[in-house]
Structures are given as structure tokens and as C-alpha cells.
């Protein structure tokens, strides 16, 4: 991982934490997988209680619209929640 993608990978991790204790509060994990800084792409996955929890979905959704939004650089979010893949 390069210094771009490290840099990215950190901040991206930081939005989560930030912006959505409640994973980790419900007994979930959320955590970066990759990065390619430079197509603007991150691969998230969610674990613990996310998999197969009801609400993942709309966890998704919500990580999918806020993180580019919010973190410069993000373009394209894929997410595996739980063994089920889900790329937005």
C-alpha cells in the first residue's frame, strides 16, 4: 500500500468509527479492505453481528451515499456485509 492509499484507507476508517459507533456498539465490525486512491475506490467489510443482521442493508446504504460525500477522494464504495457482497 502506498502513502496515497494508506493516507485513504486512515481517514476512511476514521469516518466510520466517527460516524457509525452503533456497529461496534451491536456487537458488529466494520473495517477497510482495500483501497485504490487513485480510481477513488474502497472495499469495506462488515462482520461480528452485521452478518446477517436486518439493519446491514440500510447500514450499506448509509456508508454508500455519506462516504463520498465526506471523504474526499471516495468515488466508488463496495461492501461485503457478512459473506453477501454488496458494491455500490
Known sequence: M???ERELSER???FLARNFPQISAHGGTA?????DAE???VWLALGGACS???ISPMT????QARLPAD?????????DAGGVGMHF
Open 2 to 4: 502506498d502513502d496515497a
Open 12 to 14: 476512511v476508517q476514521a
Open 31 to 35: 473495517g477497510v479492505e482495500g483501497v
Open 39 to 41: 480510481r477513488g475506490e
Open 52 to 54: 446477517g443482521c436486518g
Open 60 to 63: 450499506v446504504q448509509a456508508i
Open 71 to 79: 471523504v474526499p477522494g471516495v468515488e466508488t464504495v463496495h461492501v
